[in-house]
T-cell receptor
Framework: KQEVTQIPAALSVPEGENLVLNCSFT??????LQWFRQDPGKGLTSLLL?????REQTSGRLNASLDKSSGRSTLYIAASQPGDSATYLC??????????FGKGTLLTVNP | EAGVTQSPTHLIKTRGQQATLRCSPI?????VYWYQQALGLGLQFLLW???????NRGNFPPRFSGRQFPNYSSELNVNALELEDSALYLC?????????????FGEGSRLTVL
């Protein structure tokens, strides 16, 4: 059974800091890994998708890497802003086409 | 192009009642996925429908059921509501079985059971 773990559970940083969120998964037989953002009480916003054959993806100030063999992914956020405050979720798509989510990292960026 | 839409936004029920939640997929998408996000439990996979058929089911009791209509919209029914069914229910859609690309979610339906 696939399990996804995200560390840390919560993170508070001052504005402008670069930060890294971590995600690990137990079964490396995945099609892809996706990072989402969730604002309080809202749905999920897709940030980045990394296919299993890829090593990283970039979008603006966000960079996500994937090491499938070790079951790890990181989301790097450069020059953080208060508007980045949200919960960040990673999810892996397994061979049964089911997305398994981590419990998320609650990020607070202080002005 | 419209994204995944869900209704109602909020729903309040009492224990023992039934709740019905609805999801309209992105135009052209034939697969619909349902997830439950309960406080402290994270996002849990509920159901996957494709081309009108149930393709996969998560570890939930039979009280949770659904269907997919010919226009690919979907309905999630929760019978005999219990307090722990209070959660945000999220729906996503994809172009069909075997799709391994980006999934897009709706804004969710917040179910509160009193």
């Amino acid at each position: 059974k696939q399990e996804v773990t995200q560390i840390p559970a919560a993170l508070s940083v001052p504005e402008g800091e670069n930060l890294v969120l971590n995600c690990s998964f137990t079964d490396s037989a995945i099609y892809n890994l996706q990072w989402f953002r969730q604002d309080p009480g809202k749905g999920l916003t897709s940030l980045l998708l990394i296919q299993s054959s890829q090593r990283e993806q970039t979008s603006g100030r966000l960079n996500a890497s994937l090491d499938k063999s070790s079951g790890r992914s990181t989301l790097y956020i450069a020059a953080s802003q208060p508007g980045d405050s949200a919960t960040y979720l990673c999810a892996v798509l397994g061979s049964n086409y089911k997305l398994t989510f981590g419990k998320g990292t609650l990020l607070t960026v202080n002005p | 192009e419209a994204g995944v839409t869900q209704s109602p936004t909020h729903l309040i029920k009492t224990r023992g009642q039934q709740a019905t939640l609805r999801c309209s997929p992105i135009s052209g998408h034939t697969s619909v996925y349902w997830y439950q996000q309960a406080l402290g439990l994270g996002l849990q996979f509920l159901l996957w429908y494709d081309e009108g058929e149930e393709r996969n089911r998560g570890n939930f009791p039979p009280r949770f059921s659904g269907r997919q209509f010919p226009n690919y919209s979907s309905e999630l029914n929760v019978n005999a509501l219990e307090l722990e069914d209070s959660a945000l229910y999220l729906c996503a859609s994809s172009p069909g079985q075997g799709f391994t690309g980006e999934l897009f979610f709706g804004e969710g339906s917040r179910l509160t059971v009193l």
